[in-house]
């Protein structure tokens, strides 16, 4: 696991670099922020339900095979 003292140095690392390298101002860093935050929650929940979908015996990510 990562340590917070690790995640805290990387999110002033990104934010540093989205200030430099754009026009946006400090107050509008929310808006790239807040959807890669989501987009990275919804990668998550999405290999999470892959993976216990993969687990079910007789089943190919979720579409059920018949035996006839």
Not at 33 to 47: E, Q
Request: glycine letters at 4%.
């Amino acid at each position: 696991m990562v340590a917070n003292n690790d995640i805290e140095r990387r999110l002033w690392a990104a934010a540093d670099q989205l200030w430099a390298n754009s026009s946006l101002k400090p107050s509008e860093f929310s808006t790239p922020v807040l959807g890669l935050i989501f987009l990275r929650y919804a990668d998550h929940k999405f290999t999470t339900a892959e993976a216990a979908l993969e687990s079910v015996p007789g089943t190919h990510l979720g579409v059920v095979r018949s035996c006839a």
